[in-house]
């Protein structure tokens, strides 16, 4: 069987068959790159893994909302957890329906959460009190009775490799924490226009262990008990995302086995429908950002490798002082000890530091890895540099999957003259 993903054939690394030099001749550099057999294959593996329990895992658009990443989820059974208005219009577009869609995050606009009634999502994830009641308000509004969930805060310790990574504690934003769960049951049964189908948590991203799953899990179970003794159509678990990948060689990642043993268990404990939410998983290992070596530099006793790649394409290292594995792309002899830098003005603009490479020169391509989630959604135009292409590998084809930007991009929503108003 050929090889899939990532693998080095002759000195030389491909996506799939397709060796990257071949791709970065194409489409030119930055380049994010993703490999579809490996989406299939961690959907496959995680499915796989709730075999025999009732389940849907709803893909997390933040992580890679590319319209064909999402269509080959949607192909593969996944569903959607979505965030804002835009990524609902995102998935609309990629072919989901509305029950598809499980619906996120404490900050929905009144607009939004409209766009979602009318779409018919599957569910509302309500992260306050005054957004039940707006949601109550708006479905009545529209005629409607708005299917949700609670996002319970189970207020557990969350390891992860960055704060700001977490969300299951207490004191964060996220949630409805444990103690007010009650309340917010009892005052669900007062509104018209609301049906509580669901409770969930989310505890973070990039989760080390299953120790805070183990402490969340009696938490979730226990509102659950509540609601339902209270007489809600409750039919809906829903776990969250975060599990984790490797990111540095050698790294072990949470085992998704013990994830499995544990969520399941407490699934069947309930008999209720479970939804997943990953996004990392899915997509992290598929994806590497293409980049090309510009220029070696030495300053002040180091060596500096700068690459056509920056912060705006990938700010992972900046923003999370992530780990990202970096490869040269052609076999190169010799090592080097260098910082990996873009060209943009920021000292905050790495993606490595001190990292041993191979003798690399100018011209020479990098592929950093494990790009996949997480990296072109968070990509901006700073220091107006327009977005990297995005390309579909898949199996011995190449395909790009999104344009890269252009110039006049970077400045069409600001063409029109200034039409002066006065208040
Ligand atoms: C971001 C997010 C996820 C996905 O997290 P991953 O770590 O990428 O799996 C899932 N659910 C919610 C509510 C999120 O905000």
Redesign the pocket.
Known sequence: MPTTGFTTINGVLHADQVPLPAIAAAVGTPAYVYCANTVRDRFRRLDDAFAGVPHHIHF?V??NSNLHMLSLLRALGAGV?I?SGGELFRALEAGFGGRDVVF??VGKTVAEIEQALRAGVALI?VESEAELVAIDHVAGGLGLTAPIAIRVNPEVTVETPHAYIK?GEKGQKFGIPRDDVARLIAMIATLPHVELRGLGM?LG??ISNADPLRDALPRLLAAIAHARAKGHPVTYMDV????SVPYEPNETSADLDDYARLVRAAALETGLTLLL?????LVAESGVLLTEVLYRKHAAGKDFVVTDAGMNDLIRPALYQAYHAIEVVRHTAGALTADVVGPICESGDFFAKARVLPDVQAGALLAIRTAG?YGFTMASNYNSRPRPVEVLVDGERFAVAGAREQFDDLVRLERAPLHWRTA
């Open positions: 997390a933040k992580a957890d965030v996120s995050g994830n969300t989310h991203s990039q969250g995302g975060g599990l939410e990953p996004g990392r998983y989630a």
